[in-house]
């Protein structure tokens, strides 16, 4: 079945990195997705890797998959307080027409 | 980037009466748009997949009836929940996509729901 899991708090200093881990369980998925939700407000869509990549870097943030144990991490270098916001991994399945399928989300509190 | 709005950003109504939201892609076409119910500190769930110029895919457990899709045109998705009652009362949030190949999906800001 379909199931993507995550952590559901982590707590890090300010300039530390911090580390968002997520499995999931279906390996027909195509893209994988990390999305940050602040207080009240929708998803914004931070990064995407495709399920042939082993890693994508974008500024401060790196994706790391490992297809083989189904698992994926988000690495954001140098935290701020900024950063402070739940934090969703999510899937797509092949021929799911987009469908996007979250985990629980994982709350990051960036502390001084 | 690609942007998708939402109206209202939160709306108060009675019980019993039906509340109509609105889901808009800005700067792209859209042929299928989500629609997701999130409640306070949970995940989002998927309510049901909205076809442009055809019936909406609902998910298992969610009442067609009581949630009413309408995908007009190519770029605005209404959501209506009929006869609202105080358990409805929760974060609406639609998503949208250009498409393929990169599948990814923008969300709007969300709609907050209160049924007094």
């Known amino acids: 079945g379909e199931d993507v899991e995550q952590s559901l708090f982590l707590s890090v200093r300010e300039g530390d990195s911090s580390v968002i881990n997520c499995t999931y369980t279906?390996?027909?998925?195509?893209?994988l997705y990390w999305y940050k939700q602040e207080p009240g407000a929708g998803l914004q869509l931070l990064t995407y890797?495709?399920?042939?990549?082993d890693m994508k870097q974008d500024q401060r943030l790196t994706v790391l998959l490992n297809k083989k144990d189904k698992h994926l991490s988000l690495r954001i270098a140098d935290t701020q307080t900024g950063d402070s916001a739940i934090y969703f991994c999510?899937?797509?399945?092949?021929?799911?027409?987009?469908?996007?399928?979250f985990g629980a989300g994982t709350r990051l509190a960036v502390h001084p | 980037g690609a942007v998708v709005s939402q109206h209202p950003s939160w709306v108060i109504c009675k019980s019993g009466t039906s509340v109509k939201i609105e889901c808009r892609s800005l700067?792209?076409?859209?042929?299928?748009m989500f629609w997701y119910r999130q409640f306070p500190k949970q995940s989002l769930m998927l309510m049901a997949t909205?076809?442009?110029?055809?019936?909406?895919?609902?998910e298992q457990g969610v009442e067609k009836d009581k949630f009413l899709i309408n995908h007009a045109s190519l770029t605005l998705s209404t959501l209506t929940v009929t006869s609202a009652h105080p358990e409805d009362s929760s974060f609406y949030i639609c998503?949208?996509?250009?498409?393929?190949?990169?599948?990814?999906?923008?969300f709007g800001p969300g709609t907050r729901l209160l049924v007094l």
């Open positions: 700067d792209f076409q859209a042929t299928t």
């Open positions: 998503s949208a996509g250009p498409g393929s190949p990169q599948e990814t999906q923008y």
């Open positions: 909205s076809n442009e110029g055809s019936k909406a895919t609902y």
């Open positions: 279906d390996s027909s998925s195509t893209y």
């Open positions: 890797i495709f399920s042939n990549m």
């Open positions: 999510a899937e797509t399945l092949s021929g799911g027409y987009n469908k996007l399928i």
